[in-house]
């Protein structure tokens, strides 16, 4: 079965600066995709990053960024300059390829950005 | 840009009434999705849909749910008789098709039994 893990429950960064929220996994898939979801105080999901299991590189949005360790499954998401508007819960979340099956969540980052 | 939308944004009901939750898929998606959060919690799977049918539930999804496609864009999840601890954000997802992998969630139904 599959697990996502995240072992931070709440972190804090200083406006502008970097901070990483941690994730692992695990499957017996080799087909996989892996995604960081932000949610707001709005409530609504809203994907940030997605990463392709079969790909070594890491996927980069803007200031949003992926470490994906595939050996040690795991799938970390860098926030680069940091805004206040980054202050919110982020969820890490995999999809197994080609299934018609749902999102595995993880618990979630409470992320606070300090001005 | 298409979105999934849902309505109502709030729904408050008494425990023991029907409740019906609404979405709209984007209109070229086949794969639909319920999800629920409790307050606090992570977001869990209820249901999956494809081709007029359900094709995946999860334990949380028993008798006092069902889903329905009653025309070709609404995506419906009834609660028939709902328990105090049915209280929760309910997400639609949609997909695109078997070739692809994100889901795209619609805002949320906020569901408060009392």
């Known amino acids: 079965a599959q697990t996502v893990t995240q072992s931070q429950p709440e972190m804090s960064v200083q406006e502008a600066e970097t901070v990483t929220l941690s994730c692992t996994y695990d499957?017996?898939?080799?087909?996989?995709?892996l995604f960081w979801y932000k949610q707001p105080p709005s409530r609504q999901m809203i994907l940030v990053i997605r990463?392709?299991?079969?790909?070594?590189q890491n996927a980069t949005e803007n200031r949003f960024s992926v470490n994906f360790q595939k050996a040690a499954k795991s799938f970390s998401l860098k926030i680069s300059d940091s805004q206040l508007g980054d202050a919110a819960m982020y969820f890490c979340?995999?999809?197994?390829?080609?299934?018609?099956?749902?999102?595995?969540f993880g618990k979630g980052t409470k992320l606070s950005v300090k001005p | 840009e298409p979105e999934v939308t849902q309505t109502p944004s709030h729904q408050v009901t008494q425990m023991g009434q029907e409740v019906i939750l609404r979405c709209v898929p984007i209109s070229n998606h086949l794969y639909f999705y319920w999800y629920r959060q409790i307050l606090g919690q992570k977001v869990e799977f209820l249901v999956s849909?494809?081709?007029?049918?359900?094709?995946?539930k999860s334990e949380i999804f028993d008798d006092q749910f069902s889903v329905e496609r009653p025309d070709g864009s609404n995506f419906t999840l009834k609660i028939r008789s709902t328990k105090l601890e049915d209280s929760a954000m309910y997400f639609c997802a949609s997909r695109e098709d078997r070739t692809t992998d994100t889901q795209y969630f619609g805002p949320g139904t906020r569901l408060t039994v009392l």
């Open positions: 990463q392709e299991a079969y790909k070594q």
């Open positions: 849909f494809y081709n007029n049918e359900i094709s995946e």
């Open positions: 499957t017996s898939e080799s087909d996989y995709y």
């Open positions: 979340a995999i999809f197994e390829g080609g299934s018609q099956g749902n999102l595995i």
